[in-house]
C-alpha cells in the first residue's frame, strides 16, 4: 500500500511494493503537483488515492489509458465526472496526469455550479492553458471567484458563447468590461442577483455583445431604466430576459424591448411596480413571438393588458402561485420541451422513471437494494458507481447478488468503464453527492421534530398576513418614501464618485509630472522590485497565447535563429546566458549550434513546461532553466561568454526589461563578451490617417447618439500599439535614441531627445508613430543580421506606437514639426513609461501602462 510523505509544501507517493517501472510513471518532473492540497480535501482523497495503488489495479490503471482518448475518455467519461473527481485521477500517474492535462486544455464546458469543493487554485489550475471554453458556469462561486481570476480565463477564451455568474458577489464591474471587450459572439449571459452591476457594467456588453440571446439580471436592483433600454436597443437578438426586481424599471424601457427585440419569447418582470398596462399593451402589439411574461407582483398591471395577451395564448403566469419566479423552472417552455430529460430505466426491472434518483430510491424500497450500504461496503467512489452500474446493465445480475458481493467487486475492472449506453442517466449521478444528500435528510428530519415542538410550545408560523386597505395603504407610502430617499442617496452617491475620480486624476497627473530634481532616480527601480511588486507582468507571461504570439512572429523568432545558426563559430564550446527565456526557443537555438552550456531564467511559470520542451528534444544535457528573477537567483557558473534575450517590448523600451539584461551584463558577462542582439535604435515618424483618427478620437463624440466627449483628453493621454499603413507615412524618420547594448548604462534609458519631423507632402499630422530597429552584430560583417519595426517593414507582433496629437498640425512639403521628447519610467511602475512631446509651444504627456 502506498503512504503519503509530505516535504515543503509537496505531496509525494512513496511505495514499498511496487514496481520500478510503476514508481517512474507516477513521478513528474522529480516532483508531484502540490493541487490537491487546493481543493480542501486533501486527506480523503490521499486514502483514496493509496486505494489506486494497490499492485492489483497496475493492470486497471493501464487498460483505461489504452482507451481512445478522445472519442471515449473525453467525450464519455471525464465529463460525467465532478472536477474533484477528476482531480484525484490526474495524480495518480505520470500517464493520467498527461491524459486529464489534455482533457482540461480542450475542454469546451466548465460547470462548477455543483462542485462546491472548489476554490480559487484549483480553479485556476484546471483553466489554464485553456483558450477553447465555449460554455463556463461560475453559479455560487462567490467565495473565491475575484475580478483577477476571472479576467485571466476571459482574456484566454475570447469564444465563449455561454457565462453563468449567478450570485457571484466577489466581482466588479471590470469583469463585465472584460467580458464585453473579449466575448463578442457571447449568446447567453446569467447574471442573476449580482446587485454590484451598475451602469458602465451593463453598458460594455451592450455595446460589444450583439448576439446575446439570453440575458437575466433578476435582482440587479441598481440598474436603471435607461440601463435596460440601452441593452435591449443593442441587442435586438434577445429571446429571453429576466427583469425581476429591477425596481427602476418603467414602461419606456418595456416599450423600447418590444419595438427593438422581436423574437422575445419569454420575460419576467416579477415586482418591477412601476410597469403599467401601457408597457404590457405594447408589448402585446408588437412581441410577436411571445409566450411567457411574467409580471406577479406589477400592481399597476390588470386584466385590461393582461387579456390582450391571454388572446394570442400567452401565459402571463408560468409558475405556481407559490413559486419563488425561478425562471429556470419553465425555461424549458421556450422550446416546447416541458420533459426536459427521457425516464431512466430501473437498474432490475423494466420499470421507467423520471429521474435517476427516483430509481435509487424505487431500487431501496422495491428491490432491497441500497445504493448507501454497497457505497459503505465497497468504499465506491465516482469511478466504482459508474463501473458497478455498467457491470449491471451488461451482465443483469439480481440485486441479492449485487448486495452479496464480498471482497474485490466482480465489476472492478476497466473492461466496465465502457458503457452499455453512452446516453445513461443513471451514469450522470454523483454518488457522493447522493449519499451527502441522504445523511442531510435525516438531519433535516430532525430539525423538522424540533420544529414541531417549538410550534407545540407556542410559537407559530405565519403564511398570509391581511391588512386594512388603510394599513396597505400607509405601508405602501412607506415604501414609495424609502425608494425616493434611495434614488436621492444613489444620485449623491455617484456625485461623490464624479469628484472622487476628479481627485485622482489630478493626484494621479500630480504624481507622473513632477520634475526631475522633485522626483526619486527611477533608472534602477526595476532592480529594487520586490517579490509581490511584479506579479501582474509576471502573469502575463505564464499563459501560453503570448508565447505562441512571439513564436509565429517570423520577423523576431528567424532573426534570432539565423544569427545564431550563422555565428556558429562564437557558439562553440561557449556558455550562453538567456535571459527571460520563455519556453527556451533561443537556448534552444544555441544548443543547436554548439554552446557547451546553455543557462536559461525566467520568473513566470512557463519555465516548468520549458523544462519538458528540453527534455523532449534531449537537451537537457546542454540546457539548464533557472526560475526567479535575475536579480535574485544564482547559476551554477561564475561568468559566461554570450548573452542572449529577447527583452524589446512596445515601443522598444516598454516593461523595462533591458535593465535586467544590464545588470546581468554587469554581473555575469565576460570582459569582451557577447551580447545579442547588440545594438538598437528608436525612431519617429509622422502620420496622416485621419481615419484612424476618427476611429480611436473623434468616435467617442457620437455614441450611439450620446456624446462622451468628455473622454477625449483621457483617450488622447494612451499611446496605442496599431499597424500604421505604410502609405500613411507623412514626414521623414527622425532617430531619437540609439543603444549600445554592450556599453550603455539604465541611467541612459530614462532620456530627453530633440524631434524634426519632416513633411514628405503638403500633409496634416494627425498622429506620431514610434518604431525600432535592431542589429545583431558578430566579428565578420556577412553575420550581421537586422530587423526592422517600421511601418515599411513587414508587421510584426510589436505593431507600431501611436500618439494620437490633441491638435492636428498642418504642414507644407518639406516643412517639419520640431520639439523634443522626454522619455522616463513611471516613478509609481518602472514596468510602465511617460513619455512627454513638446512641440507648437506646449507640452502633451502620454502613458504607456
Not at 522626483?519 to 501582474?536: C, E, I, N, Q, Y
Request: hydrophobic content about 35%.
Amino acid at each position: 500500500m502506498a503512504a503519503i510523505d509530505v516535504t515543503q509544501g509537496q505531496a509525494s507517493i512513496v511505495s514499498n511494493n511496487i514496481s520500478e517501472t510503476e514508481s517512474k510513471s507516477k513521478k513528474v518532473d522529480g516532483k508531484y503537483d502540490d493541487d490537491l492540497h487546493g481543493l480542501g480535501q486533501y486527506d480523503k482523497i490521499c486514502e483514496k488515492i493509496s486505494c489506486l495503488k494497490s499492485n492489483d489495479d497496475q493492470h486497471i490503471q493501464s487498460s483505461l489509458i489504452d482507451l481512445p482518448w478522445e472519442d471515449v475518455v473525453f467525450r464519455h467519461i471525464l465529463p460525467r465526472l465532478r472536477m474533484s473527481s477528476i482531480f484525484k485521477l490526474r495524480t495518480t500517474s505520470r500517464d493520467y496526469l498527461e491524459m486529464v492535462d489534455g482533457f482540461l486544455i480542450n475542454m469546451r464546458t466548465l460547470d462548477l455550479s455543483k462542485d462546491l469543493k472548489f476554490n480559487k487554485r484549483a480553479f485556476e489550475l484546471v483553466t489554464k492553458g485553456n483558450s477553447s471554453l465555449r460554455k463556463l458556469i461560475l453559479k455560487n462561486t462567490k467565495d473565491w471567484l475575484t475580478d483577477s481570476v476571472l479576467v485571466a480565463v476571459i482574456m484566454n477564451n475570447s469564444r465563449l458563447l455561454t457565462i453563468d455568474l449567478t450570485s457571484c458577489t466577489c466581482i466588479t464591474n471590470a469583469s463585465l468590461i472584460r467580458i464585453g471587450n473579449s466575448c463578442r459572439n457571447l449568446e447567453q449571459l446569467y447574471l442573476r442577483d449580482c446587485c454590484w452591476i451598475t451602469t458602465s457594467g451593463l453598458n460594455a456588453i451592450a455595446m460589444n455583445c450583439p448576439n446575446l440571446t439570453k440575458l437575466d439580471i433578476k435582482g440587479c436592483w441598481n440598474l436603471s431604466d435607461e440601463d435596460v433600454q440601452m441593452i435591449v436597443m443593442m441587442c435586438g437578438k434577445l429571446t429571453f430576459i429576466s427583469l425581476a426586481r429591477i425596481y427602476g424599471l418603467t414602461d419606456n424601457a418595456v416599450k423600447k424591448m418590444a419595438h427593438m427585440c422581436p423574437g422575445l419569447s419569454i420575460v419576467n418582470m416579477q415586482g418591477c411596480w412601476r410597469v403599467s398596462n401601457d408597457g404590457i399593451m405594447e408589448l402585446a402589439e408588437y412581441s410577436k413571438k411571445l409566450k411567457y411574461v411574467m409580471v406577479k407582483e406589477c400592481r399597476d398591471i390588470t386584466e385590461s393588458s393582461l387579456g390582450k395577451l391571454r388572446s394570442r395564448g400567452v401565459v402571463d403566469d408560468p409558475m405556481s402561485s407559490d413559486s419563488d419566479g425561478n425562471e429556470e423552472e419553465w425555461e424549458p417552455c421556450e422550446e416546447e420541451q416541458p420533459d426536459s430529460q427521457p425516464p431512466t430505466r430501473c437498474l432490475f426491472c423494466s420499470q421507467m422513471l423520471d429521474t435517476p434518483e427516483n430509481v435509487l430510491s424505487h431500487c431501496k424500497k422495491d428491490h432491497k437494494f441500497d445504493i448507501a450500504h454497497i457505497q459503505r461496503i465497497h468504499g465506491l467512489d465516482c469511478f466504482g458507481y459508474i463501473k458497478m452500474v455498467n457491470y449491471i446493465r451488461k451482465m443483469h445480475p439480481s440485486p441479492e447478488e449485487v448486495a452479496s458481493v464480498s471482497g474485490k467487486a466482480c465489476w472492478d475492472s476497466d473492461e466496465y468503464m465502457s458503457p452499455t449506453d453512452p446516453e445513461d442517466l443513471m451514469l450522470q449521478l454523483d454518488i457522493e453527492d447522493e449519499i451527502d444528500l441522504e445523511a442531510m435528510t435525516i438531519d433535516s428530519g430532525n430539525m423538522a421534530m424540533s420544529s414541531d415542538i417549538k410550534t407545540a410550545n407556542g410559537h407559530c408560523d405565519y403564511d398570509d398576513i391581511t391588512l386594512s386597505r388603510s394599513e396597505y395603504n400607509a405601508l405602501i407610502g412607506r415604501l414609495r418614501e424609502a425608494d425616493s430617499k434611495a434614488k436621492l442617496a444613489q444620485d449623491q452617491l455617484e456625485s461623490t464618485m464624479k469628484d472622487l475620480s476628479t481627485i485622482k486624476s489630478v493626484a494621479n497627473g500630480f504624481l507622473t509630472s513632477k520634475s526631475s530634481n522633485e522626483s526619486p532616480a527611477t533608472h534602477d527601480a526595476v532592480r529594487h522590485l520586490k517579490d509581490g511588486d511584479d506579479g501582474s507582468y509576471v502573469d502575463g507571461y505564464s499563459h501560453f497565447g503570448i508565447h505562441q504570439e512571439m513564436l509565429q512572429d517570423r520577423i523576431r523568432t528567424e532573426s534570432y535563429r539565423d544569427f545564431i545558426y550563422a555565428n556558429k563559430e562564437l557558439f562553440k564550446g561557449k556558455v550562453v546566458l538567456d535571459i527571460g527565456c520563455g519556453t527556451g526557443i533561443l537556448s534552444m537555438f544555441a544548443a543547436k549550434a554548439g554552446a557547451s552550456k546553455v543557462i536559461g531564467i525566467d520568473m513566470s511559470d512557463i519555465i516548468y513546461p520549458a523544462m519538458d520542451i528540453v527534455r523532449e528534444n534531449k537537451l537537457d544535457d546542454i540546457i539548464t532553466l533557472v526560475k526567479g528573477r535575475v536579480e535574485d537567483v544564482t547559476i551554477p557558473v561564475d561568468k559566461v561568454d554570450i548573452i542572449i534575450s529577447e527583452w524589446m517590448g512596445y515601443f522598444l523600451l516598454f516593461e523595462s526589461m533591458l535593465d535586467t539584461v544590464l545588470y546581468a551584463r554587469d554581473r555575469w558577462l565576460h570582459p569582451g563578451g557577447i551580447i545579442c542582439p547588440s545594438h538598437c535604435s528608436l525612431n519617429l515618424l509622422g502620420v496622416s490617417d485621419p481615419d484612424l483618427y476618427q476611429r480611436n478620437i473623434g468616435y467617442w463624440s457620437d455614441v450611439y447618439g450620446f456624446k462622451m466627449s468628455c473622454l477625449r483628453g483621457d483617450i488622447l493621454q494612451e499611446a496605442v500599439e496599431i499597424i500604421v499603413r505604410s502609405d500613411k507615412i507623412a514626414t521623414q524618420p527622425c532617430t531619437i535614441k540609439e543603444i549600445d547594448i554592450h556599453t550603455c548604462s539604465t541611467k541612459e534609458l530614462d532620456f530627453v531627445s530633440p524631434i524634426k519631423l519632416t513633411a514628405l507632402t503638403d500633409t496634416t499630422i494627425y498622429s506620431i508613430a514610434g518604431y525600432f530597429d535592431i542589429t545583431f552584430a558578430a566579428q565578420q560583417p556577412h553575420s550581421k543580421v537586422e530587423f526592422s519595426t517600421s511601418p515599411k517593414s513587414t508587421p510584426t507582433h510589436w505593431k507600431q506606437t501611436v500618439f494620437h496629437l490633441h491638435t492636428p498640425v498642418t504642414l507644407a512639403k518639406g516643412e517639419s514639426l520640431e520639439g523634443k521628447i522626454v522619455c522616463k519610467k513611471n516613478p509609481k511602475d518602472p514596468r510602465s513609461l511617460v513619455i512627454k512631446l513638446t512641440y507648437g509651444g506646449s507640452t502633451y504627456t502620454y502613458h504607456m501602462r
